[in-house]
């Protein structure tokens, strides 16, 4: 199905099981241990094989120990005959092998090592004790090269990414000279790790020469052609598994060293092989959100009008390796006739930078939030009402786009009032709750509503259940409740009757979970068999205009004549597939989804410890197709939001050109005590240019902006401005009001 004009009405307009706050229906599984992770393959488990998974094998990575050089000598004779081992598979023995062009640095390295716990090795052993014990015997020789790690030092080498270039509009230089009110300041967003619940884990199992692989992985047909690519096999040889998920967060958009040396293992043993990543080789060997330095300098009438912004981001990342473009919502959010925005991209010899949740919008809005803060303050001006007075309701590069949706000024305008706004007293300072400085902060939140081609296969079956069949991933976003609920709205039964299977290559190719724009798109694809699957039903009971046809309760009925579901496969199964392309809409109008973000903290005025009190979030993301799942994705994020104000950072070691914090000890993600009451509003608003579903991404939203508000409700409540991610307390020492 082609997507190329704005959706009518049609049957998920109903919003009888669409839009409806269902449980989701995976909970059970999950909460009884019975949801099979990637790792969780155990005795018994056959996957479909007639022997053999019963006793896989344990394979364990062994991560270089340099930054940048060549391994000199490599001599893993003791490990070889250590109890229980099987094999030790290093670039030595592995066969030539080729990279996916997701992937920046090679999964297994060597000679070459590009940088630090970049795979080298792995031991493949009867347990996973014994593999772990063996690796520590393996002997590696280094020649170390000096490398970068430092984006200060390399910032001024950064050039303009080729499919990122430098935008302008007007004259920033002189608009900006000319303003009334001018703000220019640097901001600094550190490296950060998705730190998933769930390490990246595979299991890998051959039959001849084709290939099974059970991993954690949220695209299914990105993973099986890097993973084809880099084994030197064709994608059809390869059946890629990832129906549950302990969290992405973008950290499984690429396969990694666990898939790769998992299939590597057990084709060298001739037997099934597991590999899971130990939790400090996630944080140096898989990828990270790369830091950034951020300048912005925007320049005001006197009135609070934006004449002129201006954005410059440095970051830096592998050669090869793609730039954080933190510039992106600025040209967008506000308006301003004279603009500036420019990415630069120096090389890095640190673990290789790629997309973490909301990649470009969530350090970026860090960023541009605190400056709008800044902004308002030295006009005298509510940052609510500044936000509002600069407004645009098109593109301000290219005028005749118009947003699909524009909701940012309702977004802060309902939680201005819900959150009690007017309350906030604007001077620093002056709000105290015993030992506790409080204050208050609001950001705006924006994130782009990307869209990706998506299929599904829908199968009526003789016993009038529904079966949905698509290789969409559920990342514990809620996949497979939203795809159930669209199932069943369209073809008129309840939810209980629709079964959804999810994660497997062999299933038709979705838009996977990224971008926030699985939601949409996957449900979109679902819509279309859907589609299919009724005309075929309408036509098997005789129904000639199966547009008229309607579907519900069981039931198909058209022209006064009514007939059971069940009675259009009493002859034998239905089946559907279709896909959803989008076809040119989203260049036409821009879509993107808009928020806001209200923060209390306090500040302990002797420490500078900070807690947050309350957290607001207004959303305007298109229909909500599921406000439970869609407020668990918001308030995850919001959490997430305050790891990156308050805790979480990668911190680098300049000798070794690692990040030392390789743990959930050292790298401090918010837990349940961190984080206070969350309130979650959606906005109405079917979205119908988006998809036949209306709805948008909402899961990167939920983050975007929220460190500002943290970053402005601290500054709110000490005075004390922090430009610096993240906002620990020796920050602020030094600097807190005397006590009074
Ligand atoms: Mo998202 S960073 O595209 O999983």
Sequence with gaps: MKFDTPSAENPTDRLRVVGQPVDRIDGPLKTTGRAPYAYEHHDGFTGGFADGLARPAYGHVLGAGIARGRIRSFDAEAARRAPGVLAVISADNAGPLGQGPRNTAKLLGGPRIEHYHQAIALVVAESFEQARAAARLIRVEYAREAGEFDLAKVRDSGRAPQDEPDRRLGDFAAAFAASAVRIDAVYRTPDQSHAMMEPHASMAAWDGDRL??????????????????????????????????????????????????AALGARAIGRPVKVMLARPLVFNNTTHRPATIQRIRIGATADGHIHAIAHESWCGNLPGGSAETATQQTQLLYAGAHRLSALRLATLDLPEGNAMRAPGEAPGLMALEIAIDELAEKLGLDPVELRIRNDTPVDPHEPQRRFSQRQLVECLRTGAARFGWAQRNPVPGRTRDGRWLLGHGVAAAFRNNLVMKSGARVRLGRDARVTVETDMTDIGTGSYTVIAQTAAEMLGVPLAQVDVRLGDSDFPVSAGSGGQWGGNCSTAGVYAACMRLREQIAQRLGFRD??????????????????????????????????????????????????????????????????????????????????????SQVIGAMTMGVGAALSEALHVDPRLGCFVNHDLAGYEVPVHADIPHQEVIFLDGADPVSSPMKAKGVGELGLCGVAAAIANAVYNATGVRVRDYPLTLDKLLGQMPAPG
């Design 212 to 261: 099974t692989l059970w991993t954690s992985n949220q695209m299914i047909a990105w993973g099986r052609a890097d993973l084809a690519k880099t084994l030197g096999i064709r994608p059809e040889q390869i059946r890629l598994l990832s129906p549950y998920i302990g969290g992405g967060f973008g950290g499984k958009l690429f396969v990694r060293a666990d898939a790769v040396l």
């Design 546 to 631: 199966a547009a008229a046809v309607r579907f519900a309760d069981g039931e198909v009925q058209a022209g006064g004549r009514v007939a059971p579901l069940a009675d259009a496969v009493r002859d034998g199964e239905l089946l559907a597939e279709d896909s959803i392309e989008f076809a040119g809409l989203d260049r036409k109008y821009q879509q993107s989804t808009f928020g806001a973000h209200f923060v209390e903290v306090g500040v302990d005025a002797a420490t500078g410890e900070t807690r947050v009190r309350r957290m607001l979030a207004v959303c305007a993301a298109g229909r909500i197709l599921n406000p439970k799942t869609a407020r």
